[in-house]
């Protein structure tokens, strides 16, 4: 199987899996406290190497420098005191210790002496029956990679984005894994910019759903009067989520594709290309999902508006039908002595018959004018 298939194989999305208990690194915590550490395995020439026990972030790091290889641990939602050890295990710059514990960073590249720190901002588009004013359409996490010479470590926020079918897909291909921690931060790159192209074709239907609700004509040929605005604004405001994870990534994909970096094979490193091509796919999309729902919201407000004015011009037409009867009865309603007609013996007749016909003869008129 030549690379490139061995990268896309690895990378496609998975379904989210719960944490499970991994070895406890903090020995401090009560027992039976889940552990932070999701998996910690040691892999040497492609494959992992097998202890017959759950190893700690330490012990794994003391076979590494033993026999070689290198150590990958993921952790979830770790808190400072679980992390700090294994900060200081590793080496790991302190002002990214404090961006991982925290969390609700945008997606960047950061390098220091001995390790790169790499944020990722996971996308998981949320299923719903019916788009409302209300609805959820994308669910954020946090993947933070930190990737050293024999270390790899993740740390992730949020219930989405699970990397623990993506590791063992990995590890069923020995070739690619022996590359190192590059191969797994490529891995998890494309993997993480894949669920982007998934949620995108997602966001893509409930647009295009708003937007045949927006310019269907009303009944009978009538004015559409459109749709609710905030179920257009729900979706921009998520649209515009979408759009902080996407665009600050593209920057740091074409620095691992472009600049030579010590820490990154350079046999993997022209592979961060395809990553970032996909990314900038993604990004135009983004993009024309904000122009295009910009524009549907125009069009549903000057929609709204146009049918107001029909509505208003209806009313005034009824206005000016029932003036007549209003008139007539007005002035005959004053109850004078002396008023013409009072006493002539058809006179009721005479005077409904001409409101009446004088009344058809405007509705007549207003109606061939379009007002009625």
């Not at 135009?284 to 549903?300: C, H, K, P, Y």
């Not at 009867?325 to 002396?338: A, K, L, R």
Request: proline share 5%; aromatic share 8%; hydrophobic share 40%.
């Amino acid at each position: 199987m030549s690379m490139i298939r061995d990268l896309r194989a690895v990378v496609r999305p998975s379904r989210p899996s719960l944490r499970k208990d991994g070895g406890a690194y903090d020995t401090t915590r009560d027992p039976g406290t889940p552990s932070a550490v999701v998996d910690c395995a040691v892999y040497r020439d492609g494959a992992r190497v097998d202890t017959g026990k759950p190893l700690t972030p330490h012990e794994a790091m003391r076979l590494v420098r033993r026999d070689g290889g290198f150590v990958w641990i993921g952790l979830h939602e770790p808190t400072e005191a679980e992390f700090s050890g294994i900060a200081s295990e590793f080496g790991l710059h302190p002002l990214a210790v404090e961006d991982a514990v925290q969390a609700h960073q945008r997606p960047k590249l950061e390098r220091y002496d001995d390790s790169l720190f790499t944020v990722f901002k996971t996308i998981h588009y949320v299923e719903h029956d019916q788009l409302t004013a209300n609805s959820e359409v994308v669910e954020t996490g946090e993947v933070m990679c930190f990737t050293g010479r024999d270390f790899f470590i993740t740390v992730r926020h949020g219930g989405q984005g699970s990397l623990r079918a993506l590791r063992h897909r990995l590890q069923d291909d020995p070739e690619l894994l022996a590359r190192g921690p590059s191969a797994v931060l490529h891995a998890i790159a494309d993997h993480v910019v894949d669920g982007y192209v998934a949620v995108a074709d997602a966001v893509q239907d409930d647009i295009d759903e708003v937007e045949t609700e927006v310019f269907t004509p009303g009944r009978k040929g009538g004015v559409s009067r459109g749709v609710d605005s905030a179920r257009i604004y729900q979706l921009k405001r998520e649209v515009l989520e979408f759009k902080r994870a996407v665009s600050p990534l593209l920057r740091p994909m074409q620095l691992l594709s472009e600049r030579p970096m010590r820490l990154i094979d350079p046999d993997i490193q022209k592979y961060f290309r395809d990553v970032a091509d996909h990314l900038a796919r993604v990004q135009e999309q983004v993009i024309g999902f904000d122009e295009l729902l910009n524009s549907i919201l125009q069009a549903n407000l000057a929609q709204a508006s146009v049918a107001q004015n029909e509505d208003m011009r209806k009313i005034t037409a009824w206005a000016a039908i029932i003036a007549v009867p209003t008139m007539v009865t007005g002035v005959y309603g004053m109850n004078f002595d002396n008023m013409p007609e009072l006493h002539l013996k058809y006179g009721y007749p005479l005077v409904l018959t001409f409101t009446v016909t004088v009344c058809l003869s405007i509705h007549r008129i207003l109606k061939r004018n379009g007002w009625l």
